[in-house]
Structures are given as C-alpha cells and as structure tokens.
C-alpha cells in the first residue's frame, strides 16, 4: 500500500525572500539608475498623494526633474553613512545599497538604507537630515518607508533623523522612531503606483 502523496498546486508561486528579489546595487550606478527608471521607486512613493501627484511624477519620470541636489541633498549624502554607522551600533540593522522588487511585480522598486531579519522578520532603516525639527514624520516620508515595507516584506522601520543648523548637527546623537507597518497605506500606494505605471507606457 503506497501512502497518500498530496498533489502539489501548479500555480502556486514559490515564497520568496527579499534577498531573491534583489534588481542592482547603488555601486553599480549605471545600471541602478537604469533599473530605478523603469519603475515606481520608494522615492515616487513619497509623491503619490493624489492623482494629479501621479501625473506630476510620471511626467517627470518621462521628461526628467532637472532636479540634480543643492547644499542640503549634499549634507544628507556626507552625513548618512555616520548617521548609519549608530544605526548598527545602537539598533542593529547594517546599511544597504541594493535595489529590490516586490514579490510578484518586478516594477515596484526600493533601496531602503538599511535592511536586517530580526527574530524572523525583515525590519528596515530609513535616514534623513533635516534643517527644521520636526513634530512627527512627515507624511511623505511616512509614504515612502510604508512602499520600502511593501517591496521587502517588513514588519517595521526605523526612521531615523538629524537635524543641523548651518548644515552643523545640533545634537550628539540622531532622534528616532519606529514606524510599523501599514496594510491600508500600502494598498493605497499599489493603487496609485500602478496608475503611475499606465501612464508610463502609454
């Protein structure tokens, strides 16, 4: 008597993992570039409030920004590998340059700044600098660490964030906050990216 082998589902995608779903590294500026453009980056996903924000991103993914950075892009760029460095120190999570996609769509697109599993799960950094204190996190901001979840798989982000005055930081240590992980922001975001990515092929 054989014993019961259950059928296995054909159409059954197999699981991933966020390191099978690596696109390019940021050290290989060419080709991330190249990769970045021809999808919705965490960075788009900041933008998509509304509608009219998803015409305004597409039309500058289409004709370029002309945006090229200014004197606080260029502080942010020479501080985020300090700012990193404690990251590792105090919460754990080591700096990252690779590019992924979300499971089942090779053009949702992030590069969060750090990535780590941590009991299990893929937890995220996210750095910024800043010249204003701030409340709370900013809602684009927010947008952009929700997408960063989406494409990895995460359960949370550590958003972490140093002010300067005169491009001089005010405070011996950066402040942070955990931001967990947000299902409706997310669906939201797919929405609207996916609206973004019509508009890019017509």
């Known amino acids: 008597m054989t014993a019961y082998q259950p059928e296995l589902d054909l159409w059954e995608r197999p699981v991933t993992t966020h390191l099978d779903r690596v696109v390019a590294h940021a050290e290989d500026r060419v080709a991330w570039i190249r990769a970045r453009s021809r999808g919705v980056t965490a960075t788009d996903a900041a933008r998509l409030s509304s509608l009219a924000a998803v015409r305004s991103v597409a039309r500058d993914k289409l004709l370029g920004s002309g945006f090229t950075g200014n004197a606080f892009t260029d502080h942010g760029r020479a501080r985020e590998p300090e700012i990193a460095r404690w990251v590792r120190a105090t919460h754990g999570i080591p700096p990252s340059t690779t590019l992924f996609h979300a499971d089942g769509n090779p053009q949702h697109l992030a590069t ?25 996190i900013p809602r684009s901001y927010l947008r952009q660490v929700w997408w960063q979840q989406y494409v990895l798989g995460a359960e949370r982000t550590l958003v972490v964030w140093e002010q300067h005055e005169g491009f001089v930081p005010i405070a011996a240590e950066p402040r942070w906050q955990w931001v967990e992980r947000d299902d409706n922001e997310i669906h939201v975001l797919v929405g609207l990216a996916d609206q973004l990515l019509g508009l890019l092929r017509r």
């Open 112 to 136: 969060p700044d750090g990535v780590a599993v941590q009991g299990g799960a893929v937890v995220l950094s996210e750095i910024k600098t800043t010249g204003k204190p701030w409340r709370s």
